[in-house]
């Protein structure tokens, strides 16, 4: 199995641009989590999918930032407009649900840059 | 709610001593709790989980972890510590109720291993 796969792997981008996160999880995991990371705060979940709906997005820090699952292969993550406090690296991590017992996959992430 | 808690942010050791990383939880129900390793520049990877079976957990690279209901704790050890252990590693909890396989994870301790 390829693993998680994560797009683009780095991305530079100026202040108040759109940018565009890319997951696609492992084949048959029903479940897909979005993670930041950074060295001030840590490792946060912004939300969380389970067979392609959004169960939690309180992690979400504010209304510049959405999440889809269109389908079971694919999800994005959106900032828009970006601002350089969204620097960090971003995870996309998926797991199969079988009762709490789930080991989570993670992706190798994307580091995202704002200047 | 779940939490786990990380006693030290930085751990040092000498080359070929004892590692010990620790971690507490907290849950109102029996816990599945997880350590995960991640190498600079990578995603989070499983070293080990406890799932109500044994006890002891051994994982992989000669890490280990003992849970103790009694004192609420889940430490990883390793009897001597390899220039390759280098790497921060979370501590994750979750449970039966948790929601479609989410994890609450730890602050992350960095572990650093001297010549």
């Known amino acids: 199995d390829a693993g998680v796969i994560q797009s683009p792997r780095h991305e530079v981008t100026e202040m108040g641009q759109e940018v565009t996160l890319r997951c696609k999880p492992i084949?048959?995991?029903?479940?897909l989590f979005w993670y930041r990371q950074t060295m001030m705060r840590g490792l946060e979940l912004l939300i969380y999918f389970n067979n392609n709906v959004p169960i939690d997005d309180s992690g979400m820090p504010e209304d510049r930032f959405s999440a889809k699952m269109p389908n079971a292969s694919f999800s994005t993550l959106k900032i828009q407009p970006s601002e350089p406090r969204d620097s960090a690296v971003y995870f996309c991590a998926s797991s199969f649900t079988s009762g709490g017992t789930d080991t989570q996959y993670f992706g190798p992430g994307t580091r995202l840059t704002v200047l | 709610a779940q939490s786990v808690t990380q006693l030290g942010s930085h751990v040092s050791v000498s080359e070929g001593a004892l590692v010990l990383l620790r971690c507490n939880y907290s849950s109102s129900v029996p816990p599945y709790l997880f350590w995960y390793v991640q190498y600079p520049n990578q995603g989070l990877q499983l070293l080990l989980k406890y799932t109500s079976a044994a006890t002891l957990v051994k994982g992989i690279n000669g890490f280990e972890a003992e849970f103790k209901k009694s004192e609420t704790s889940f430490h990883l050890t390793k009897p001597s510590a390899h220039m390759s252990d280098a790497a921060e590693y979370f501590c994750?909890?979750?449970?039966?109720?948790?929601?479609?396989?989410?994890?609450?994870f730890g602050d992350g301790t960095t572990l650093t291993v001297k010549p």
């Open positions: 084949s048959g995991h029903n479940s």
């Open positions: 994750a909890v979750s449970d039966l109720s948790t929601n479609a396989g989410k994890s609450t």
